[in-house]
């Protein structure tokens, strides 16, 4: 006995049906998938890795230098270097007696006072460039960052005489002044590209309600860039804390600061490289304890404008 085929609607379903059973009967390469995967995990691994590798290259010298601080001088002078060692503070406390306080208050003075001079004098001239240009504004800008590429050199001699006639020798505001005059060029162009990515609307909402430029800067504009102030401030304090030419040659003892204080470890009976690792290290310490602190802002400053 026989069974007719079905036709019709019938037919075609279970011919679908049949077609899709049989496609799915066929194995697939489902293994792909999750080589493709494996593969992109073994990637990021491997980018992983390298990117710790290169960070701890370019961080193992400061790590060194505060190894070392914990040696005594004999362990820091041999040579291949020592690497397992009793630890001892004994490099901080020869630091500290030595007399490094006044040298890293004359550091702390000529670099938060110049630093706010910088912020108070930057920030004015980078909002009239950057919301209300003049016609030469790029030439202003130019000018600016051309005071940048004069070698200091040739500039320390006549200031030594200005600085003699004035008898302003050995003074910390005569680097206060120097310093200020060296990062102000800096400040005026980061400060210029952070108000660049304010949004224009908010400036147009706040002048449609009535306030003046004055008002749009301090109420409206800084705190929507506090982030960009933060880190300009923070390249500020740095540059103007390491700085060691102008101190070195203006400066006698009153005035002299932490990187002039360092150089006296470097003496004829030879280098005391434990001792100036402590000193480095204490020297260090406040800017890394700054940027630990005002880190967050850093990062959000220094990305302003990077993702719209």
Known sequence: MTTAAPTGPAASASRAGGGRAGTTGVPRRVGRPRARRRKSGARGIALTALTWGIALLFVSPA????????KQE????????????????????GVVDSGILPYLA????????STSLVLLLG????YALSIRPIKRTQDALFFF??????????????????????????NVWTLV??????NLPIAVWMLRSFFLEVPKGIVEAAQMEGAGLPRVLWSVMLPVMAPGIAATALICMIFSWNEFFFAVNLTAVQAATAPVFMVGFITSEGLFLAQLSAAATLVSLPIVVVGWIAQRQLVRGLSMGAVK
């Open 123 to 126: 920030v004015p001239a980078a």
């Open 145 to 170: 960052i051309s005071t940048k590429m004069l070698p200091v050199v040739a500039v320390v001699v006549p200031l030594y005489v200005a600085a003699a006639q004035v008898r302003m020798l050995d």
């Open 106 to 113: 004359n550091s702390m003075v000529a670099t938060l006072v």
């Open 63 to 70: 790590l060194w230098m505060v190894l070392t601080a914990f």
């Open 74 to 93: 004999g362990d820091a002078a041999t040579d291949p270097p020592t690497v397992l060692f009793e630890p001892t503070l004994e490099r901080f406390g």
């Open 177 to 182: 002044v120097l310093y200020t005059a060296m």
